[in-house]
């Protein structure tokens, strides 16, 4: 294990009707609040009205902004920063998804930023110029769409509409003061974002076992139950939608997966998710299913490249779906335990292909993808950072993997 400097100061309330809390949790920071959620949100008038209603009793005033997407634009984010110093607001709201949560995150820090928002993001383009905030308005967090673990730790990503970059802020000011996690506003979600969602915390569990530090054993049991959890949990939730104890073991899992905990001492790179956002910046594919993509070709790209990935994989085919290893070779375990990922990618029905993701195929675009990766998500050197680190050659057989264009 690694030296590490954890820092959470998230306030987290959970449980089945904590959002009724919100009204109480505002007035401690202000009297007029934004409300941030997302563009088509008819889904959850309900929602934002009982959220709004316990506002007015509390005496905070406040001002909608209904335009996040998925994906978010800088754009809106820059449209609700003047709103926010218009309406003088005191505090940020967000009810929604990663989107909602991170866009929150970033209008709250930009309404105090000096400059242009966009130099708050860091990016492989821009990094030189980045400058993080180092103040923000506080934020209150009421997901609706357990995934990201944006309600528990210091992200934000949004995509520059103008230049087509996917980058983010990463500092621990931008925390949440509060999140308010009510597994039961998860039980109207759509199968596909049900499955999607649990799909991005699996990515994040996995990111970290596979490139993380490898000799952190009390780590390493921590993301095995994680992910036993999300995949034992999701199949029970597609089952039956409306159950609330199992959408709060999901909801609870996928919090945990990057809030910080499991990440420590590992300090670990996250190659899966630096060629996912090439994706959605370019052809704005869902975030999970860029993740389900990796998790296929990445995965048969690397799991028997050495000895010690072998031994990696098997180790994870053994601990979450019992793999016996005895009499058999690490790469055929490593191989297997990659079948049985791909395998539970179809069982939830999440597409992890270009094909089915709708991503283009011809070599035109693998080139453009591949750009935008060593532009973005790559060090120095030209190498993707991970376990070991990928150069140009090895992301051109990742893409064309994931395009279905080499075994
Ligand atoms: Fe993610």
């Not at 919090?255 to 090439?278: C, D, E, I, K, S």
């Not at 000895?307 to 290893?325: P, Q, S, T, V």
């Not at 120095?380 to 264009?405: D, E, F, H, T």
């Amino acid at each position: 294990m690694l030296n590490f400097d954890l820092y959470n100061p998230v306030n987290i309330l959970f449980g089945e009707g904590e959002t009724d809390k919100i009204g109480a949790c505002a007035a401690k920071y202000g009297k007029k609040a934004l409300v941030v959620s997302y563009g088509d949100h008819s889904f959850m008038q309900q929602l934002l009205d009982r959220v709004e209603a316990r506002l007015t009793e509390s005496g905070v005033a406040y001002v909608e902004f209904f335009k996040v997407q998925a994906n978010p634009l800088l754009s809106h984010i820059k449209e609700a920063i003047a709103l926010c110093k218009k309406e003088q607001v005191d505090v940020c709201i967000a009810v929604g998804g990663g989107s909602e949560m991170d866009s929150t995150k970033a209008i709250a820090a930009g309404v105090l930023y000096p400059d242009d928002p966009w130099r708050m993001f860091v990016s492989r383009h821009d990094m030189e110029i980045a400058v993080p905030p180092t103040e923000t308005l506080p934020t209150i967090l009421i997901p609706t769409l357990p995934a990201t673990s944006s309600e528990m730790n210091c992200v934000a990503v949004a995509t520059n509409d103008e230049t087509q970059e996917k980058a983010y802020i990463w500092t621990p000011v931008i925390f949440p003061k509060i999140s308010i996690l009510d597994p039961s506003l998860t039980c109207s979600l759509p199968r596909f974002q049900t499955a999607v969602g649990a799909v991005d915390a699996m990515s994040h569990v996995l990111e970290a076992y596979l490139n993380g530090d490898q000799n952190s054993p009390l780590q390493d049991r921590l993301h095995e139950g994680i992910l036993v959890t999300i995949m034992a949990e999701l199949k029970e939730v597609l089952k039956d939608p409306m159950n609330v104890p199992h959408r709060a073991n999901i909801q609870w899992a996928s919090t945990l997966a990057w809030n910080g905990y499991l990440q420590a001492g590992l300090n670990p790179p996250t190659p899966m998710h630096q060629m996912g956002h090439v994706l959605s910046a370019l052809y704005n594919t869902t975030h999970g299913v860029t993740l389900a993509i990796f998790m296929d070709s990445y995965f048969r790209y690397t799991c028997s490249l050495n000895d010690e990935r072998a031994a990696r994989f098997a180790l994870l085919g053994e601990k979450i779906f019992g793999l016996a290893r005895a009499g058999r070779t690490d790469a055929q375990v490593a191989s297997e335990t990659v079948e049985r990922i791909v395998a539970f990618m179809d069982e939830v029905e999440v597409p992890h292909t270009f094909a089915t993701a709708g991503v283009p195929t011809d070599d035109a675009s693998l080139d453009k993808i591949t750009g935008e990766i060593l532009r973005h998500g790559c060090d120095a050197a030209g190498n993707l950072p991970s376990i070991p680190p990928i150069g140009k050659n090895g992301i051109v057989k990742v893409l064309r993997m994931a395009a279905g264009r080499e075994d």
